[in-house]
């Protein structure tokens, strides 16, 4: 579709990695713990927007890139299949803490809330480079328009991860935090490393369309 494939891997993949904890996730639980629902549907709303941020700025970045030369496109698929590989190990080796640990921060209209949301996940430049290393492994090399079938894939991963956001922050507000214990968040943070590995391997593997 659009120049896609294995969009069922794409979704669950996706959905594992919206799963792990992050600054985004921490930021959602905090507002939902100290300040309710509305404010963690807000924060998570936030970081969806500036989530789409990233995807349409990578989308026309990878189209410039792979439009370059070669050697670009090498050296593109190498560094993010060095980032990939580079989480993975870094998820592995982690020490696990209970997801539930989160810190008091001051009360905030829900405006602001939406705002700090947005530019927390604007502004984390990493999030870009693991929309450029994660998604151009689901488009097909002969895809006649590689910036749509990324932005059609960003969209489904954002709607996916957004999903997952609101849930959370329904279960910050009303549980308190999502109490992951220790043992658990290690085995998760394993699993999901080893796939960011495998996916890196893949990653270098490609051949350019």
Request: aromatic share 12%.
């Amino acid at each position: 579709m659009l120049g896609t494939h294995d969009l069922l891997v794409f979704v669950v993949s996706g959905l594992l990695l919206n799963l792990t904890p992050g600054a985004d996730s921490l930021y959602i639980a905090t507002r939902s713990v100290t300040q309710g629902v509305r404010a963690g549907v807000a924060a998570a709303l936030g970081i969806g927007a500036g989530c789409y941020v990233h995807i349409l700025a990578a989308a026309l970045g990878l189209s410039a890139i792979l439009a370059a030369s070669s050697i670009a496109f090498t050296a593109l698929k190498l560094i993010g299949s060095a980032y990939l590989v580079y989480v993975g190990l870094s998820l592995i080796r982690s020490k696990s803490e209970p997801f539930s640990k989160v810190a008091s921060v001051p009360v905030a209209p829900l405006r602001v809330v939406f705002a700090q949301g947005f530019l927390t996940n604007v502004l984390n430049p990493k999030v870009a480079l693991f929309f450029l290393a994660f998604v151009p492994q689901f488009i097909e090399p002969s895809a006649p328009n590689k910036p749509l079938a990324f932005l059609f894939l960003g969209a489904i991963f954002n709607f996916n991860g957004t999903l997952w956001c609101l849930f959370l922050a329904w279960a910050s507000a009303y549980l308190g935090a999502v109490g992951v214990g220790s043992g658990m968040a290690k085995w998760f943070n394993r699993s999901v490393g080893g796939l960011f590995i495998v996916l890196g391997v893949r990653l270098a593997l490609t051949k350019e369309g």
